[in-house]
């Protein structure tokens, strides 16, 4: 059965103070590993795929890695507009016709303090 | 462009009525997933479809809970006799194929009394 962890439940930065969310699976085959930020009463909003391991991505304070058994997002100097639930899934490459569906962590919950 | 939508955003309702939840996705998408996230858990996969193919059910809670998707496009997840524990987000997602990535709507928030 594919599992997905995350570290910190929850996390309270100063303005600036620069920190890591961690999310380790086991999965049969993994396919896919996806980071979504949640805010309070939206949708999950796509930010990064990984596909293999050693593969970083980058979008403006945030730093996406992967190794074999842990994903990490990495925050730099984050702002208060970065508070939200950081959501991590991954997608196992399973026979195919099968629906490739997400399994969730139960996400990080993140507080940037002016 | 438009991303996916659902609606209603907030449904409450009395146990043991019916509930339609209703999702377009995103033009041109073939793949349509639902799940459900309810409080202190993460998103679980209720029901997944693919083109004009046999939808996966895999993970559905109970027959209670059943879907369609008419002509490839909106989808409609139905709660027939709702119970207590029903009550949660209930979110849809689409993707341009099934292991491509998933694009969320906003949630119905359903809560049944």
């Known amino acids: 059965e594919d599992q997905v962890t995350q570290s910190p439940e929850a996390l309270r930065l100063q303005e600036g103070e620069s920190s890591s969310l961690n999310c380790s699976y086991t999965?049969?085959?993994?396919?896919?590993l996806f980071w979504y930020r949640q805010d309070p009463g939206k949708g999950p909003e796509f930010l990064f795929t990984?596909?293999?391991a050693g593969e970083e991505k980058e979008k403006e304070r945030l730093k996406a890695t992967l190794t074999k058994k842990e994903s990490f997002l990495h925050i730099t100097a984050p702002k208060p507009e970065d508070s939200a639930t950081y959501l991590c899934?991954?997608?196992?490459?399973?026979?195919?016709?099968?629906?490739?569906?997400?399994?969730f962590g139960s996400g990080t919950q993140l507080t940037v303090l002016p | 462009g438009a991303g996916v939508s659902q609606s209603p955003s907030n449904k409450v309702t009395e146990k043991g009525k019916d509930v339609e939840l209703r999702c377009d996705p995103i033009?041109?998408?073939?793949?349509l997933y639902w799940y459900r996230q309810s409080l202190g858990q993460g998103l679980e996969f209720l029901i997944y479809?693919?083109?004009?193919?046999?939808?996966?059910k895999s993970g559905l809670p109970s027959d209670r809970f059943s879907a369609e998707r008419t002509g490839g496009s909106v989808s409609t997840l139905t709660i027939q006799r709702t119970q207590q524990e029903d009550s949660a987000v209930y979110l849809c997602?689409?993707?341009?194929?099934?292991?491509?990535?998933?694009?969320f709507g906003p949630g119905t928030r359903l809560l049944v009394l």
């Open positions: 990984l596909y293999s």
């Open positions: 899934a991954v997608q196992a490459g399973v026979a195919s016709g099968s629906a490739r569906q997400l399994t």
């Open positions: 997602a689409s993707s341009s194929d099934r292991g491509k990535t998933q694009y």
């Open positions: 999965v049969s085959g993994l396919r896919g």
């Open positions: 479809f693919q083109g004009n193919s046999a939808p996966d």
């Open positions: 033009s041109g998408h073939t793949a």
